[in-house]
């Protein structure tokens, strides 16, 4: 077999067909005769009872269990979406769209095994929030005519209704908070009077007009844009809020004026709330979290204390990895004050090419809030975060990615810190190496706080604790003083454990959840002093008849003796050397700076795998040799961007995974697939354009022509324009007629990731049919990048089912 394309080898009849499921929309209902099922047994397989999710109470006292419904039908998504700025909401209910719901929740005792039913809930709950003092959840629950915010305490478990449907949760995940004092919540609120929403008035027509006079905006590439006037004034109707207190008993006034409230949040000592307000100018080229917005400090009246900043328009911050805007950014309270702002500055103007000495400045103003900012602490890379402690305690984080570096250091709040004690300085492509993160706690505000020993000299590290046999996570102590680290427990085998909480010290009892490769993930508690085990949540298996499928955690190495891994799914009852399987294959490319990081294990082959509608090992009760997970590196060469040989290394990774199978006597190299989503699916269509290694192939959610995406893509941050060879021997669109292998290509209609625009499988299907090559294109309607309907999930299983039965386990 000859692997790499020479030239045009027809050995299929060709094939091209287009799909695209049509939907009519009568008033009273949804038909939807063009969707297919796939066979039951595959449906029996994945249309299971979701598990619980678990939601530990800032006090460590309470478990939440939330219930998921099963897959929703498609109707639910038919209703009226509106796409504003990047903002994708339902203006009926002022809520976002396609978010995930709940339809039951319960408590439970960590300490117990009594789960207490929540009486009086309604049906569909999103936002489920711990008050600070973890006695307490609040939420917002989706009525016809919009949200509302109802509570339930612990001790009555019983739910209660706090507002009308009068919820606006339309700037996506800030719809409301919990004050510190656990009593009172803000939200915000629809504007009273607002009306009805603008219409556009179709008898007006007039020319769209942008204009560039000076400067340089180069920008990735977004989709759900303001596009015209009318969008404008449908943002400020539908983004324009009222802060509203409400206590427990529903009493409730209001906070300041009506405004675009992008963020607020409550001091720690609940005194005053940080305020973010979007306004005008509004833009066509970015989304609304790049809008103009003013920074302000109110107390609790409304009444504005100062304004912190005032942070113009951003539409010309360079795509490159590092770049950030000039001037103040990341504002936040500090979690171990009652009321002490804190934000960013760089120092470089935000140009990562810059050569200074400081790039970032932290700077911090406490209430109230009448003098100047002082700084803090000075930064020779890119700030990543803080941890915070004690008074004159703190830890910094800070990184450069053209180096893969990141340092964490400890500075004292109190005083302006250059040269500060480094903790770890470290390349965090080195996963072997990487000591972990340092574990925080919930304060009485339930804000994150480190987390220290009864004798406070010492604090914990938590980490993955990855290694040549995978992963192992970890909970370290720290000695602050001497910078020891001493070993309190770690994940052993034949389980996948990692620590979730420090439940209590003097004895240390920390939670952590566990699973094997038959065990799905289930909550503990573990006595580190007595090794004792007591289980929290007891979780079934929801399908157990993925139990007789064999799974093998595989090594092997490519050509240059670059190790690669995956995940190994053999159908019940076969044994390897019996035959040969037909196999599909999934990956997703990876970029590295060195190889002997791109080499390293990140994953446990003690997992319990959970078979969800996307995942590929689904195919093994079906008959199929499933290689999941399958290693695809791209690691830079020398000084060379590592995209300069993407093709090239995607397909010495593929040889040797394939050679691999071939050689366990598993497979036979004519009847393989590859399958990929988003980046995965780049690289499905790379494959198939320039290799003969597959003999199918197919791509979700997919771009496939980079002069699309000229401003950058993934970690390539040079545009077109800069590295037009390289974008261009990327895009397979540009090798349409190189591809002779059938290629299922799905799409959602209403996919609004970034770069990811549904013209791209469009633009590559027809390419690829005007070209001859076996083809077939599938757009689903009123589906995102990820596909959550019954009947598209149902839809994408059958296409795949007979595509791999027809191109792959047949063989042709």
Not at 77 to 83: D, N, S, Y
Request: aromatic share 12%; hydrophobic share 35%.
């Amino acid at each position: 077999m000859n692997p790499i394309k020479n030239g045009r080898i027809t050995r299929y009849l060709v094939l091209f067909f287009v799909i695209k499921i049509s939907l009519i929309a009568p008033l009273f209902a949804i038909e939807t005769q063009g969707y297919k099922k796939p066979s039951q047994e595959m449906i029996d397989l994945i249309d299971v009872p979701p598990t619980p999710g678990v939601r530990l109470s800032p006090n460590s006292e309470w478990l939440l269990l939330l219930h998921y419904p099963g897959f929703p039908d498609i109707e639910e998504f038919t209703k009226e979406e509106l796409r504003l700025a990047g903002q994708e909401f339902y203006p009926q209910t002022n809520s976002p769209a396609r978010s995930t719901y709940y339809i039951d929740l319960e408590f439970k005792k960590l300490n117990g095994n009594k789960v207490y039913k929540i009486k009086n809930l309604p049906d569909k709950i999103e936002d489920v929030t711990w008050s600070p003092d973890g006695k307490k959840i609040a939420f917002t629950v989706i009525c016809e005519n919009g949200l509302e915010l109802w509570y339930a305490n612990v001790v009555s478990k019983q739910a209660k209704k706090l507002t009308d449907a009068v919820v606006n949760d339309t700037y996506h995940g800030y719809a409301f908070t919990w004050m510190p004092d656990s009593k009172k919540i803000i939200y915000k609120s629809i504007k009273t009077d607002r009306g009805n929403p603008p219409q556009k008035d179709e008898r007006i027509v007039s020319p769209k007009i942008q204009e560039n006079i000076d400067g340089k905006a180069p920008v990735r590439t977004y989709q759900s844009l303001l596009e015209d006037e009318t969008d404008k004034k449908l943002f400020d109707y539908y983004m324009t809020s009222q802060l509203e207190l409400v206590d427990l008993n529903g009493e409730q006034r209001k906070i300041g004026e009506e405004a675009i409230i992008r963020r607020f949040t409550p001091s720690p000592d609940g005194k005053y709330l940080l305020v973010a307000k979007t306004h005008k100018p509004y833009s066509y080229l970015v989304t609304a979290w790049r809008f103009p917005r003013t920074i302000e400090v109110w107390d609790l009246k409304g009444k504005k204390v100062t304004t912190i900043a005032e942070i113009p328009l951003n539409e010309d911050v360079s795509p490159k990895h590092g770049a950030v805007r000039e001037g103040p950014r990341y504002f936040q309270w500090r979690a171990d004050k009652p009321a002490t702002l804190f934000w960013v500055r760089a120092l470089d103007e935000g140009n990562p090419d810059k050569e200074v000495e400081y790039r970032e400045e932290v700077l911090a103003l406490s209430a109230p809030f009448s003098g100047s900012a002082r700084t803090i602490s000075k930064l020779k890379l890119r700030y990543s975060g803080i941890y915070w402690g004690k008074d004159d305690l703190a830890i910094i984080k800070q990184y450069w990615r053209p180096e893969k570096r990141i340092i964490t250091s400890f500075f004292n709040p109190n005083k302006m810190n250059e040269d500060m004690q480094v903790i770890f300085d470290r390349n965090y492509e080195n996963a072997y190496a990487d000591p972990g993160d340092f574990v925080t706690k919930y304060n009485s505000a339930k804000r994150r706080v480190l987390q220290f020993d009864e004798s406070r000299d010492k604090l914990y590290l938590e980490g993955s604790g990855a290694g040549p046999e995978g992963n192992k996570p970890f909970l370290d102590s720290y000695d602050i003083k001497t910078g020891k680290i001493e070993r309190l427990w770690q994940s052993q085998p034949p389980f996948y454990e990692y620590f979730v909480r420090l439940i209590s010290q003097n004895p240390n009892v920390i939670l952590i959840g566990r699973q094997s490769k038959k065990m799905p993930r289930n909550y503990y508690l573990k006595n580190l002093e007595t090794d004792e085990l007591t289980a929290v949540t007891k979780f079934s298996n929801p399908q157990p008849q993925f139990e007789k499928v064999t799974k093998k955690f595989i090594k092997f190495k490519r050509e240059d003796g670059l190790q690669l891994f995956g995940n190994l799914y053999l159908p019940p009852g076969y044994t390897p050397g019996d035959s040969t399987l037909p196999v599909l294959m999934n990956a997703y490319p990876h970029e590295y700076k060195d190889a002997s990081h791109a080499g390293q294990i990140k994953d446990s082959p003690y997992r319990f795998t959970k078979v969800y509608p996307w995942s590929a090992e689904m195919w093994a009760i079906k008959g199929y040799a499933i290689f999941d997970k399958v290693s695809m590196p791209v690691v830079a060469q020398g000084d060379q961007p590592a995209n300069e040989t993407f093709v090239p290394q995607l397909i010495k990774n593929a040889e040797a995974a394939i050679d691999t199978l071939v050689e366990m006597g598993i497979a036979d190299s004519n009847r393989i697939a590859i399958d990929g989503h988003s980046y995965g699916a780049f690289m499905v269509g790379n494959l198939l354009a320039h290799s003969d290694l597959f003999a199918a192939g197919i791509a979700r959610s997919g771009a496939y022509n980079r002069t699309l995406t000229p401003f950058g893509f993934q970690h390539e941050d040079r545009t077109f324009w800069e590295a037009k060879d390289t974008y261009l021997s990327m895009s397979p669109f540009m090798y349409a007629d190189q591809v002779n292998e059938p290629l299922l290509l799905i799409h959602g209609e209403q996919d609004t990731n970034s770069g990811t625009f549904p013209m791209q499988s469009e633009r590559f299907y027809h390419a690829l049919k005007g070209n001859g090559a076996p083809v077939r294109l599938v757009m689903l309607p009123y589906e995102a990048h990820s596909y959550k309907a019954r009947e598209s999930i149902f839809h994408v299983i059958w296409e795949i089912e007979n595509w791999l039965k027809q191109h792959v386990k047949q063989g042709d």
